[in-house]
């Protein structure tokens, strides 16, 4: 049951190769793959090895003490060979302090751009000009403040390439849990293959239609947009010398985000007929309706691979913990992409579970007890509410070409744009560093 993970490409794709000709097959087997009940200590299972999930798993195997031990359930194989993504992640100075913690931030540093300016427009589309109304880069020049756009494929291979190679981590995939019993103890998790487990915990980070935050009877409040979320990747002729753009446009924002080279990411928020339409259409149309939006400041375009759109929502779960589960990531919350910060609210979650965690562990405390998932949700579902309420707000403030709107919303960024403190204090929310912050996030020690 023991046997060794090689962390070499070789080896883990001859395995991968295994896991999908036995779908249910136990994947990956590092020396802590016996049961739960052999053991002492506290086992944590996290469901989803996605961006929140496979960072909990990390983090959570290399800070927490030896009594925890760490499973992650992935529904799918850790492919280390995957399709190009070159979405760009916008990472906050918080995030990155994470993932410095954890060791993942020197494997994206060589293809991450920093974002050196932000500049915000509000217009409508056939404008000529798109006039500057707020910006930031004197507050950006300071490293602490400074967000970083990484590639989402970059990052979710760091992130299971750190997983495959790590001996703390029990990784069974592809697997996925199909129900759970709790009692006073622990609590008992099937899996679809078959396999019970035994753990003090589960972190359920699979994703925004949870099926663990169904299980444990957790509703949601939310809704849809009548909009979709169209990103894509662009080359370009010019430099974009490190700015982020956001455009308010009628019909939602338009936001161009810096990448390694002359490259740029977008995420383009459009009616959700035309959005469906313009992905499916024909490409020179898509190109010729994207160029009305990004401008000629950066030269001609071209796409890199395929466009895609999805749905946009905002969904924000009643509850983040239940008996023994703790909800992390989608699973928790889900924003509207306006300002970039969904994959860093999330990693705030991380963060926060895992001082809670850690915390209790080293004092001998149960780390499934009720007062340990306290804390964790008194520290995130505040913070996640106002967040994502903050996000509908401007989305619904932006998203018109009401003339009067236009007017006071201008007016009003025109005023930030001459107030240097308060401008600085805009930044440092963006970043993370205001309010009761986890260790982690601020480049401390646990």
Not at 7 to 15: D, H, I, S, V
Not at 49 to 73: E, I, Y
Not at 195 to 223: M, P, Q
Request: proline share 5%; aromatic share 6%.
């Amino acid at each position: 049951m023991g046997e060794k993970v090689v962390p070499c490409r070789a080896a883990t794709r001859r395995l991968v190769t295994q896991a999908v000709a036995q779908p249910h097959a136990l994947a990956y087997r590092g020396p802590v793959a016996q049961s739960a009940n052999q053991q002492s200590g506290f086992r944590i299972v996290v469901a989803g090895g996605g961006f929140a999930g496979g960072t909990l798993a990390l983090a959570l195997a290399q800070l927490a003490p030896k009594t925890c031990r760490v499973t992650l359930v992935d529904a799918a194989p850790p492919e280390i060979a995957q399709e190009p993504d070159g979405r760009g992640l916008a990472l906050s100075p918080a995030s990155k302090n994470l993932l410095s913690a954890i060791g993942l931030w020197p494997r994206l540093a060589p293809g991450a751009q920093s974002m050196d300016s932000i500049e915000l427009t509000d217009s409508p589309l056939n404008a000529a000009l798109r006039p500057h109304l707020l910006g930031f880069t004197d507050e950006l020049r300071d490293e602490g403040a400074k967000a970083w756009l990484v590639e989402a494929g970059a990052l979710l291979a760091a992130i299971m390439e750190a997983v495959v190679a790590h001996p703390g981590i029990e990784l069974i995939a592809p697997d996925t849990v199909q129900g759970f019993k709790v009692d006073g103890f622990g609590a008992d998790i099937h899996l679809a293959s078959g396999r019970t487990l035994r753990a003090a915990l589960i972190a359920a980070a699979d994703g925004k239609n949870s099926r663990l935050r169904e299980l444990a009877g957790i509703n949601c409040i939310g809704w849809s947009y009548a909009q979709k979320g169209i990103v894509a990747t662009l080359s370009h002729e010019r430099p974009h010398e490190g700015r982020a753009i956001q455009h308010f446009l009628p019909s939602g924002p338009f936001a161009i985000l810096p990448l390694r080279g002359n490259r740029s990411s977008i995420v383009w928020t459009e009616d959700a007929d035309k959005a469906t339409a313009l992905v499916a259409g024909d490409k020179d149309v898509f190109l010729a309706e994207l160029g009305r939006r990004f401008g000629h400041r950066l030269g001609a375009i071209s796409l890199e691979g395929h466009p895609r759109a999805f749905p946009l929502a905002f969904q924000m779960a009643r509850a983040f913990v239940g008996d023994r589960l703790a909800l992390v990531g989608d699973a928790a919350h889900v924003v509207h992409p306006l300002a970039g910060q969904g994959l860093n609210i999330g990693l705030r979650d991380v963060a926060a579970l895992v001082e809670a965690i850690t915390d209790n562990a080293r004092l001998g405390l149960d780390i499934g007890s009720a007062t340990a998932l306290g804390r964790y949700q008194r520290w995130r579902r505040f913070d996640s509410a106002f967040s994502g309420a903050v996000m509908d707000g401007m989305n619904r403030l932006f998203s018109n070409d009401k003339a009067p709107l236009r007017a006071i919303r201008d007016l009003g960024m025109g005023l930030v744009d001459r107030a240097p403190g308060l401008k600085r204090f805009l930044v440092r929310e963006a970043a993370g560093a205001t309010g009761d912050v986890p260790r982690l996030l601020k480049g401390e020690a646990l």
